[in-house]
């Protein structure tokens, strides 16, 4: 019973020490990608960021969705050098990317006083498409991140066995779909109402669509689709939890 509690005390130590350092990690990311952003938004948009976006070269352009990919791969890999389950190696990535984006905006707020509201549009990706959205959006994706991790998190260091379920898994998937298909929905209708879906693939120069999209101004956020998926989301948070935690009891 004794060394049970100790294996305990430093189980739960050792998550501790590993959240702390994780925070640290990506709260130091976001700040470096507010910093790359604010850069940008100096030599692009000096009188201050808004629609339609300014246009720039083809090799800026492909630098930045590499950029974007690069991110994803970093807060992809310490979750999975920190994470000693599958399980909890996809929970530490959720945590890592929540965080990192709740400080994005944070420091966008601290360094540049942008944005002026939560219903301020900001174009979040660009891969594979253009993501667009309120603020809030991305937000209340990223909480319900975190929240979904630290529940995962907590159990798992309460048994190394915790897993997500195929229910939950679908549930999770489901409404991460739904989620990305609100955040592509406006700019992917302004395409649409110049160029069919089958158009677009036959078009020989991305110029042409490059050109279009520097026009595109933000109409409405389809917040049906996102809350949707958000429901969705915390459904399959609560029943991972329930189910879960009347195990650990």
């Not at 430093?10 to 990690?25: D, K, Y």
């Not at 540049?112 to 891969?127: C, E, K, R, V």
Request: one cysteine or more.
């Amino acid at each position: 019973m004794y060394l049970k509690e100790n294996m305990n005390i430093s189980s739960n130590s050792n998550i501790q020490i590993r959240l702390v350092w994780l925070t640290a990690f990506v709260i130091a990311m976001g700040f470096l990608e507010t910093s790359v952003v604010v850069y940008m938004r100096e030599l692009l948009y000096p009188h201050g960021f808004a629609f339609p976006l300014a246009p720039i070269n083809n090799k800026l352009a492909t630098i930045e969705i590499l950029r974007e990919a690069a991110t994803l791969i970093m807060l992809i890999a310490v979750g999975m050098i920190m994470g000693r389950t599958r399980t909890e190696k996809f929970a530490l990535f959720l945590y890592g990317f929540g965080i990192w984006d709740v400080f994005y905006y944070i420091f966008l707020k601290l360094l540049i006083n942008w944005p002026d509201s939560l219903q301020t549009w900001d174009i979040l990706f660009l891969i594979p498409v253009t993501w667009t959205s309120p603020v809030l959006a991305p937000l209340m994706s990223s909480l319900s991140m975190v929240i979904l991790s630290l529940c995962v998190i907590y159990l798992t260091n309460l048994d190394l066995t915790i897993f997500i379920s195929r229910l939950e898994w679908i549930l999770l998937s489901t409404g991460a779909c739904f989620q990305f298909i609100a955040f592509i929905w406006d700019y992917s209708q302004f395409i649409l109402s110049h160029y069919s879906f089958g158009r677009i693939w036959s078009i020989q120069s991305r110029d042409v669509l490059y050109s279009l999209s520097i026009q595109y101004i933000p109409k409405s956020f389809n917040w049906g689709i996102f809350l949707v998926g958000e429901f969705l989301l915390l459904i399959s948070i609560y029943l991972f939890c329930r189910r879960n935690f009347r195990k650990s009891v």
